[in-house]
């Protein structure tokens, strides 16, 4: 790790939910593709949408375990990610890059790796937090992770496709010009 920062990673738990970076908290676009989009219609909700997300992380704990990574640098919550099974995920539908991989044949599903201090970007951070899933999902017997990834710009939630691929990962599907299916077997 570059410039000797202090770097925890952790799971999301109930108890430390609220240390989701800020921008992540109400965002439901995986778990709640509807409501997501009224509220960006309407706007005012975001106290409804945490609440919202941290049952979606209560019930997914409890339905397949940790699903979520918190990133801290120097004690301050710094980046996040988040996994599960992709019938977690009903927003994975609208992407056409299929067939996105099921739980039945040890595929997980990454909707998100973000760095929200963009002073940190850059440094590693994405890469040991990615790592840091992979080990932990290759503890747990699975086969695969899959993520959608932007193509032609880093400014999405699970990141760009040329991080992916640096890390391992090969397009799997590439029916959908901007956000490739990738792939990476455990």
């Not at 704990?61 to 919550?77: D, H, M, N, Q, T």
């Not at 996040?80 to 995920?89: I, K, V």
């Not at 067939?99 to 002073?119: A, M, Q, R, T, W």
Request: aromatic share 10%; glycine share 8%; hydrophobic share 35%.
């Amino acid at each position: 790790m570059a410039l000797g920062i202090e770097v925890e990673i952790l799971d999301i738990r109930e108890e430390n939910s609220e240390d989701i970076p800020k921008t992540c908290r109400s965002c439901v676009y995986w778990e709640f593709p509807d409501e997501f989009k009224a509220e960006e219609e309407r706007g005012g909700t975001e106290k409804e949408l945490e609440d919202k997300k941290r049952g979606w992380f209560t019930q997914t704990l409890k339905e397949f375990g940790a699903c979520g990574k918190i990133v801290y640098c120097e004690g301050k919550p710094v980046g996040y990610a988040q996994f599960a099974p992709s019938t977690r995920l009903p927003n994975i539908n609208s992407y056409r890059s299929k067939p996105v991989g099921k739980i039945e044949e040890g595929v997980v599903f990454l909707s998100c790796l973000y760095i929200s201090d963009e002073n940190l970007r850059g440094i590693g951070l994405g890469e040991r937090l990615l790592t840091n899933i992979i080990d932990k999902l290759k503890r747990r017997g699975f086969k695969a992770i899959e993520t959608f990834a932007r193509r032609s710009d880093a400014n999405n939630p699970s990141g760009p496709m040329v991080f992916y691929i640096k890390n391992g990962f090969h397009i799997k599907d590439n029916a959908d010009p901007d956000y490739p299916l990738m792939r990476l077997f455990l």
